[in-house]
């Protein structure tokens, strides 16, 4: 850690957290009249506690973009219930100003410790967002998880600003570029933030590069709802440095990250999640759709690949 990220951020007491579990993002079981399914939520959060994961993040995956303000807080408080006081549960907030404040707000007086933030690119602009954070932080009385999904949605000078007046609580980052090693943006971040405070946010594939190039804490993964236990071999490999079996666990999980990436990586989650047969998540929550039968049936065969490892 350079002197510069050093002096950029007051004591963060979420670091420690961060390396001791992979960063599941599952998704939100629905009933078939969208109505949200605690026996289906909690099915899904038992069996990852069970594969060794100790941190709940609901956001993208969770489909929290469209989530019904009459719902929201029933929902967070059925999914800390359900996690129980040996999990860390964090909720998303957003992705638009209004729904953040008001979200906030019932988030301030519920036992959450920090929120992410999700990202919005149209109607916004740098500096609007850092005020926004802002404004959000203190409705919530809480430090935020930035979600740094676009590239440059926040200035490297704003995301220390933040850091530096105790805004912020862990970064997600997640800009997705053809080779994770080749990443400016990233570089710039961490000449004025500290690695530790950083979690790889695109599932396994970028996650070694990210954790042992870049110094980053932990990676945040939606397949760990299909094989929880191999994610978290493939997390405790590259903490205790064996690179050669951390990948050997990456490879498993290609194929279905590459359907993923190919068709859209919240849709085919739902699906893999269906096809796992380890809950019931329901339809996926519009503005989304179904996918079609010949991608349904490219998915079954990954997620029976992937289920199927040597253990």
Request: hydrophobic share 45%.
């Amino acid at each position: 850690m350079n002197q510069s990220s050093s002096e950029a951020r007051p004591h963060n007491c979420f670091v420690p957290r961060l390396g001791t579990s992979v960063i599941a993002v599952p998704p939100l079981a629905r009933h078939g009249d969208l109505r949200v399914s605690r026996a289906e939520n909690a099915k899904m959060i038992q069996y990852l506690k069970q594969g060794g994961v100790r941190t709940l993040l609901y956001g993208g995956n969770a489909v929290f973009y469209h989530i019904r303000p009459s719902e929201y807080a029933a929902a967070v408080e059925m999914l800390l219930e359900e996690a129980g006081e040996d999990m860390w549960m964090i909720p998303s907030i957003g992705p638009a100003f209004g729904t953040m404040l008001d979200q906030a707000e019932l988030l301030a007086s519920m036992p959450i410790d920090t929120a992410m933030v999700l990202p919005q690119k149209e109607i916004t602009d740098p500096e609007g967002i850092e005020m926004g954070i802002r404004h959000v932080v203190e409705r919530l009385g809480k430090p935020v998880v930035l979600y740094l999904k676009i590239d440059r949605w926040l200035s490297p000078a704003a995301v220390a600003r933040l850091v530096r007046d105790g805004m912020v609580s862990w970064i997600k980052y997640a800009v997705v570029l053809p080779d994770a090693s080749n990443d400016p943006y990233l570089r710039e971040l961490l000449e004025v933030v500290p690695a530790d405070l950083m979690v790889s946010g695109m599932g396994e594939q970028p996650a070694i590069v990210h954790m042992q190039d870049f110094g980053m804490s932990s990676f945040t993964s939606g397949c760990v709802c299909i094989a929880p236990s191999l994610s978290t071999q493939m997390l405790r490999d590259i903490l205790r440095g064996d690179i050669e079996s951390a990948d050997s666990c990456r490879k498993l999980f290609a194929p279905l990250e590459d359907l993923r990436n190919k068709t859209s990586p919240i849709r085919v989650l739902h699906e893999a999640v269906a096809s796992s047969g380890v809950l019931d998540p329901g339809p996926v929550m519009p503005l989304l759709s179904s996918l079609t039968t010949e991608q349904r049936q490219e998915i079954d065969v990954a997620v029976k690949r992937l289920m199927a490892r040597p253990s």
